[in-house]
């Protein structure tokens, strides 16, 4: 373990840049990824690994895992409501658990356990069918009592005395928490590696399509030609799909998320509240990470407001009042790409050799290894594999949408 | 806490208020194809930029639109139903004879 | 090491006890640190008293264990972050001290194995856990243990504490029309000349008192340049202050939102203040800014704006043999000072040539003063004892007891830059400056970069006059618009706030930032970030890796991301990543300034939590007759009526089906008052609700109910009801509970669409309203009914009337929900208690007892009757829901006509089905929502199930493929049952015993 750093400080260790400099423009790649977030460089990392294509390029308006990687609130689960979204998730599951080793970065994985309350009957129902579901598919979920709540988070408050009281939770064991930048670094320096490159601040302003196929990109550095082009730019999908002429099923909405000081070990498990919208976890540095529900209208804005953060600790101090002095460090958003059906778009689009990863919402960071890995075949392949058909594009024009909307609450 | 200039009753918090989402047009309930459908229903145009969109005033149960720009959420313009209304058949007007 | 005598406390203070403005040395307060006594004087805070009685080390730092002292003394470092009574992460400088008052430090101070990582520092590069703790796999997860423990600052208390029982936040609310925010010379300036031309102002000051860091000048009372002086007390409102002008000290502005709307945190007091302003003067000053050097973090070494507080607030002397590193003409005056106070300082100045106005201004006082100063080292042993410095090329050590620094300023202008005001680096003056304000924004002071007293005094004055000019005509521009006629566009006021940045030339020299305060050491410990203990050599690594804009930097090494947000980094961050990258600072940029300014406890962002709950007017009644409530959306409502308390769960099943069994054999009465109402009057009112609803009402009959079925525009099933038709222009439509809100924005949203002559009144909050029934329900009602005829033959089954029920006017429909003779009774909210009173007193000859939501639950279900959300989910069609007869197939309109029928085509492949399951099971039964399965995949759920003593069977709906004869339902516990699928409803098919 601390033996890398004895490498390192005795100088034995690599010293290689994680990612490339800055470098003069090329003029073709195979595959071009628009947007170096955890999903784009993943992606490529799998391109490279799996299928032996190297010659691809991931381009970021920014630096990398500027946009919503940097601003999530790390939740790992698979404990979803819908057949085709569990075994989706678990999957992603698995290849974090393996991360750390893969790509030879801490991504600080931690298996906390992962508590959704259950404030009211439906809710608890919810919980039942989840379960139910996750169980089917070898995910580990179950309902509990106040009972069991007592002895997973001793620190919860269950008093009848709030507004709204305990009344069970869904337990989700395998829920962990991580660190998103290692994650995003990880892959990069991985992929980097494998021969991928790296744009950071090459903006990608339009793409290039001949006879209903794309050919390439033009940034605000030039124009690149590619065989293949994926967009996975979580907040922005629908600008560049509009540009491209097809519509998606996005809304984009701010995420706010918040950060407490450092405070010494208090809280294990990862709590969140279906029916109070909110949730809390404590990090390794010790800060609380807390968010809640989506903000309600359409805004590629990440202004934050002061009634998310009263609202949020309204509620927060109803789960945890010992919580009361503590303080709040920081607060921020992201964007949310928000789908009707609550599950994201991947694989194909009306335009040949044009992929998307999209509308990943409150859904995205989870999702980051299976997508880059289940992409990366599709791109190879042009092929969607079994696993992302349920959440193909066209889904909605035939009216097909994926079930997780069944138990709409918080999804963290 | 953001204010909403409401045509009817001034600048007011936005937490009196409701956003439904954009103007659209709903299509035919007789021969709508689902294709249109599932556009008018799904597929959004999420625009970054200025859209019309429905809000409401729950303290008094008023409907009216807002002109908002999308990407730094300035509210631009607001208007009563009627005078909404009116303003999209001028505009229709001046398209029309242009 | 000396040991501090405590019975000289407080000598560490000014002798001539001509400094110390703040403090009252009169009113002595004892306190106690670390367990130890110590004397401070009222009017102190916790950091000064300490310092006055020479506590030097208060933390230690974040990974290398170091021993901290005083700083910045401006909450712009983590090292003087105590514990104050039961509170953790407090800063020391912004607690005021009081008598008893007792702190901690939040680390081992005395001595502290950690330590041992400085040692280490080579084996801990930037980023250090990334690169390892992670193998074997899972290896991580008892490190983290290790780094939690490490990591966290302060402790918060395990012990339960109650919700009810928090000490209570308030929220305030106020409007001004300015508000200025910071009460140092600027901002008093600008706020008292802005109330004088009449403005309403508020003026916001985070001190105890007003003032500032009055680096200049000891403000006398001076009406004709309307300054304050120091020397007044907080409590004590100036005379003479302008009658527009509210003063609030012991508040600090942590937040500024759209549309001028600021979080002002007023922590005395326990109160959030909200308040909206029209526009906004910032004059919260500037951060001083530390120069890097080996070990820069010794207890001793501070900024020289520290320094100065210290002596000017709080009468401290920080040192006796003090050497001043600066570069501008602050440290000089701190030079002055400390001649004032009979000390000679050492004063070293990095600028090659001596700066003619800094250097005549200690010329004849005979100290050494010295220029192209670098620093080497500070040295001493937990204490500062010593400077190295190279002068001239050869090395010199001055000995000193304290170190202060002066080497420029960044402005404070995070309210500003959250209220999207734009900072950047200017290369030419090597500071970062505000480059633009947002509308209605203003800056004055030094956090628009104006230090010298004049030209701030001037700017604030100018800056005050716009602002009045642009409300004044902003004032007459409402006027006239709320004049007009109504219904107009409402365009944006057009007159906008005009903002005035003094030019980058007038920001003068008395502020001047040395370009470069970095020096770095072959060994290290020169500490650019004290709060993450982040060396050059960290900021190198993360160069060196890759990681070399500045948003990748900070993350990599945690640059400007412990409590103090960078305030002292982040500059010094940027100067030496942009000589590391060859970048360009202005181009390199910072990272995005968040809220909030300032730490807000979770208690005062909470505040008191005000979530209001429903009742009936019956809940009285209820909780008498011992009900046990639940939640019912926003609403109480009696689930069941149980004779004792704390009943076991089989008892309340038997007392549930009690009720039930009531029900069916004679007669029951469940508060209703929580569905909702809807009144829709108009010629058009038929054809309104014809199109909101799936079925068919335009041809209803006065007099008559039918079942109401609403779809959202997807056709997805929204909610239920009846619709009642009083008269050919009146309908009164039910809603569920937890629909009302929902349903009644609809139908105003729709009204707002279509040229229909129809009103709608959401009535839910004017009715209250209850439910008979049961065999005798019409019997029991007879003698209560005035103007109705209760026969079946004038009142027949889905009929509605109006009349007189005990003496109320009451609206009568008789639904069937429950399946027996029953009649829905709505009267006026008021008089719902004298209903129930006036119905359970004449019921008692029939034996009426009340019954509560969960009999219904169980009644209804014998009849096979949904429940919009628990039978129905966020995706559910009207006909998978078995609710297709509800849909009308003749109608060219309704919400959500098109999409069911593209859906229906397509096919529906899951239905609502009944099922049995016999009377044995009812200790395990199935839960709600236990999977049904088939040949090992999922088919459906159970949404519905219950044991029926009427049946004597358990029955419950659930969701399965169309073509089962029998149900495989999965228990929680893995087991499997088989169901018997049975047509609907299980109880009375034909519906006889509701159309008595």
Redo the contacts between chains.
């Keep these: 373990m601390p033996l890398a750093l004895l490498k390192y400080a005795l100088g034995l260790g690599e010293r290689r840049r994680h990612f490339p400099a800055p470098q003069p423009l090329k003029k073709r790649y195979d595959v071009l990824v628009i947007g170096a977030g955890g999903h784009g460089l993943a992606c490529a990392y799998h391109l490279a690994k799996d299928h032996a294509i190297t010659k691809v390029a991931v381009l970021d308006k920014g630096y990398l895992g500027g946009g919503n990687t940097a601003r999530n609130t790390t939740i790992v689960r698979a404990n979803y409501l819908t057949e085709e979204g569990t075994a989706f998730y678990k999957e992603s599951l698995k290849l974090f658990e393996n991360l750390s080793s893969e790509l030879d970065i801490n991504t600080m994985y931690s298996k906390r356990g992962h508590l959704t309350l259950a404030h009211t009957d439906a809710a608890l129902r919810t919980a039942r069918w989840r379960a139910g579901v996750n169980k089917h598919l070898g995910v580990r979920s179950e309902v509990v009592g106040r009972a069991e709540l007592r002895k997973l988070c001793p620190q919860l408050n269950l008093s009848c005395e709030v507004r709204f009281p305990v009344l069970g939770a869904l337990y989700h064991a395998p829920g962990a928490i991580a660190r998103h930048d290692a994650v995003a670094w990880g892959y990069a320096r991985a992929a980097y590696r494998r021969g991928v490159d790296i744009l950071q601040n090459t903006e990608v302003t339009g793409v290039v399509v001949e006879k209903g196929r794309v050919v390439g990109v033009k940034t605000s550095r030039g124009t690149i030609a590619a065989d293949k082009v994926l967009q996975a730019v979580a907040g922005h999908s629908s600008l560049l799909a509009n540009k491209l002429g097809f519509r998606l099923p996005i809304r984009t909405v701010p995420l706010q998320a918040c950060v407490s000081q450092p405070y010494q070990p208090f809280l294990d498990p990862i709590v969140v509240s279906g029916s109070l919208h909110v949730y809390i976890s404590q990090s390794a540095r010790g800060e609380f990470v807390m968010g809640g529900a989506t903000d309600p209208c359409e805004l590629y804005n990440t202004r934050s407001t002061l009634e998310f953060k009263e609202q949020l600790m309204m509620h927060i101090l109803e789960l945890f009042p010992q919580l009361a002095g503590a303080n709040l460090l920081r607060q921020w958003a992201g964007l949310a790409d928000m789908t009707p059906d609550f599950s994201p778009v991947m694989g194909k689009t009306p335009i040949r050799n044009y992929y998307i990863d999209a509308g990943w919402g409150t859904w995205g960071f989870k999702a980051t290894p299976v997508c880059g890995k289940r992409m990366a075949e599709c791109i190879a392949t042009d092929t969607t594999p079994a696993l992302l058909k349920p959440f193909a594009l066209s889904r909605f024009e035939n009216f097909a949408l994926v079930g997780e909307k069944g138990a709409a609450s918080v999804g963290h | 806490?953001?204010?909403m200039?409401?045509?009817?009753h001034?600048e007011r918090n936005i937490?009196e208020f409701?956003?439904?989402?954009?103007v659209l047009s709903?299509?035919?309930?007789?021969h709508?194809s689902?294709?249109l459908?599932?556009?008018?229903?799904?597929?959004?145009?999420?625009?970054?930029g200025i859209?019309d969109?429905?809000w409401?005033h729950?303290a008094s149960?008023?409907?009216f639109v807002a002109r908002?720009d999308?990407?730094?959420?300035e509210i631009?313009?607001?208007?009563?139903?009627?005078?909404y209304r009116k303003?999209r058949r001028k505009k229709q007007k001046t398209t029309a004879q242009r | 090491m000396k040991r501090i005598d405590h019975s000289v406390d407080n000598n560490q203070r000014d002798k001539s006890k001509k400094w110390g403005l703040w403090i009252d040395r009169k009113r002595e307060l004892s306190f106690r640190f670390q367990g130890r006594r110590y004397k401070g004087f009222e009017g102190d805070s916790l950091a000064s008293a300490l310092a006055a009685s020479g506590v030097s080390v208060f933390s230690r730092s974040f990974k290398y264990r170091r021993k901290r002292g005083i700083f910045s003394l401006n909450a712009a470092d983590t090292n003087t972050l105590v514990r104050v009574d039961a509170m953790p992460n407090l800063f020391a400088e912004r607690v005021s001290l009081r008598e008893g008052l007792s702190a901690q430090a939040q680390q081992l101070l005395r001595f502290n194995p950690l330590f041992v990582l400085n040692f280490l520092s080579r084996f801990l590069p930037a980023g250090f856990y990334y690169r390892s703790f992670f193998r074997p796999r899972g290896a991580w997860m008892l490190w983290e243990r290790v780094f939690r423990r490490v990591a966290g600052i302060g402790v918060l208390s395990q012990r339960k504490v109650a919700h009810h029982a928090l000490p209570r936040y308030d929220k305030a609310y106020g409007f001004f029309e300015l508000v200025v925010v910071g009460g140092g010379l600027a901002g008093m300036t600008a706020a008292t000349k802005a109330a004088r031309l009449g403005v309403r102002t508020l003026l916001v000051e985070r001190e105890q008192r007003l003032g500032g860091d009055g680096f200049e000048e000891e403000f006398a009372p001076s009406p004709s340049q309307n300054t304050l002086s120091q020397k007044i007390p907080a409590q004590k409102i100036p005379a003479g202050l302008p009658a527009a002008l509210t003063v609030m000290t012991g508040a600090q502005a942590s937040g500024l939102f759209a549309d001028r709307f600021l979080a002002v945190v007023e922590e005395k007091k326990r109160r959030l203040h909200k308040i909206r302003a029209q526009a906004c003067i910032v004059a919260t000053g500037a951060f001083e800014l530390p120069a890097v050097f080996r070990n820069n973090d010794l207890p001793g070494v501070m900024l020289a704006s520290a320094a100065r507080r210290l002596k000017r607030r709080y009468g401290v002397v920080v040192g006796r043999k003090p050497v001043i590193f600066t570069a501008n003409a602050f440290g000089y005056r701190l030079a002055l000072d400390f001649l004032a106070l009979g000390i000679k300082p050492v004063v070293l100045d990095p600028r090659p040539v001596p700066h003619i106005p800094d250097a005549l201004s200690i010329r004849d006082h005979h100290i050494v003063c010295a220029n192209g100063v670098a620093l080497i080292e500070a040295v001493g042993k937990g204490r500062i004892e010593g400077v190295k410095a190279k002068i001239a090329g050869s090395e010199h050590v001055f000995p000193c007891d304290s170190l202060c620094i002066a080497v420029g300023f960044a402005p404070a202008a995070e309210l500003l830059v959250q209220g999207g005001c734009e900072l950047g680096y200017d290369a030419t003056h090597h500071c970062q400056r505000l480059q633009s304000l947002s509308e209605g924004l203003h800056a004055v002071g030094a956090v628009a970069g104006l230090f010298d007293p004049a030209k701030v005094r001037h700017h604030a004055e100018k800056t005050a006059e716009t602002v009045a000019r642009a409300l004044k005509s902003r004032r007459t521009q409402k006027t006239e618009a709320r004049n007009k006629a109504r219904n107009k566009p409402q365009n944006k006021l057009q007159n906008k706030l005009q903002n005035t940045l003094p030019a980058a030339a007038l920001c003068d020299d008395g502020a001047q930032n040395w370009h470069d305060p970095v020096f770095s050491h072959p060994r290290g410990k020169e500490f650019v970030d004290l709060d993450e203990d982040l060396q050059i050599s960290d900021l190198h690594d993360s160069v060196r890796d890759g990681y070399d804009s500045m948003q990748l930097v900070k993350r990599y090494t945690t640059l400007g991301m412990g409590v103090s947000q960078g305030r002292h980094s982040n500059i010094n961050g940027l100067r030496i990543v942009s000589r590391l990258t060859e970048e360009d600072p202005a181009r390199l940029g910072l990272s995005t300034v968040r809220p909030p300014a300032a730490p807000e406890s979770f208690g005062m962002l909470a505040g008191r939590s005000f979530q209001p709950l429903r009742l009936s007017p019956m809940h009285r009644r209820h909780t008498q007759a011992g009900a046990k409530t639940m939640v019912a959306g926003a609403w109480l409502r009696p689930a069941y009526y149980p004779p004792s308390q704390q009943p076991s769960a089989k008892e309340v099943r038997s007392i549930v089906e009690r009720e039930a069994l009531a029900v069916r054999n004679s007669v029951g009465m469940i508060d209703v008052t929580t569905l909702g109402g809807i009144d829709v009057y108009g010629e058009d009112a038929a054809e309104f609700v014809d199109r909101l609803y799936c079925w068919s009402y335009k041809k209803q009959l006065v007099g008559r109910a039918r079942y109401l079925l609403m779809t959202d525009e997807a056709g997805v099933v929204a909610d239920d009801g009846v619709c009642c038709r009083f008269a050919p222009d009146h309908l009164y439509l039910t809603t569920t509970t937890g629909g009302s809100d929902a349903v009644y924005r609809a139908l105003l949203f729709w009204r707002s669409q279509w040229n229909l002559k129809v009103e709608v009144s959401n009535s839910t909050a004017a009715f209250a309203g209850v439910n008979v029934a049961g065999p005798f329900a019409r019997e029991m009602l007879e003698g209560l009914c005035e103007g109705v005829d209760l026969s079946r033959e004038a009142f027949p089954y889905m009929g509605v009337r109006e009349g007189r029920v005990a003496g109320c006017r009451a609206r009568l429909l008789r639904v069937g929900f429950v399946g027996e003779l029953g009649y829905e009774i709505h009267v006026p909210f008021a008089e719902g208690e004298a209903l129930w009173d006036a119905l359970m007193q004449h019921g008692k000859r029939w034996q009426m007892i009340p019954f509560g939501v969960e009999a219904q639950r169980l009644l209804r279900l014998e009849k096979g009757h949904i429940i919009i959300g628990q039978d129905t989910d966020g995706l559910t069609l009207p006909h998978e829901a078995e609710m297709g007869w509800a849909v009308s197939r003749k109608k060219p309109f309704f919400i959500g006509k098109r999409p069911i029928e593209i859906q229906v085509e397509r096919g529906i492949t899951k239905r609502l089905t009944g099922f049995t399951l016999p009377a044995r099971h009812r200790d395990d039964l199935p839960k709600e929502c236990n999977l049904v399965m088939h040949e090992g995949a999922i088919d459906g759920r159970v949404t519905s199930i219950a044991y029926s003593p009427t049946l004597r069977k358990i029955v419950g709906l659930a969701y399965a493929s169309r073509s089962r004869k029998t149900l495989d339902i999965q228990l929680d516990s893995g087991r499997s049952l088989q169901a018997t699928i049975v047509p609907l409803p299980f109880y009375d098919p034909e519906g006889a015993r509701q159309k008595i």
Excluded: H
Aim: aromatic share 10%.
């Design positions: 806490m953001k204010l200039p409401c045509p009817v001034g937490a409701v956003c439904k989402g954009p709903m299509p035919s309930a007789t709508g689902p294709q459908w599932a556009r008018y229903l799904f597929l959004a145009e999420n625009k970054a859209i969109e429905w409401l729950t149960g008023m409907w908002r999308t990407t730094c959420d631009l313009q607001t208007w009563s139903i009627e005078a303003e």
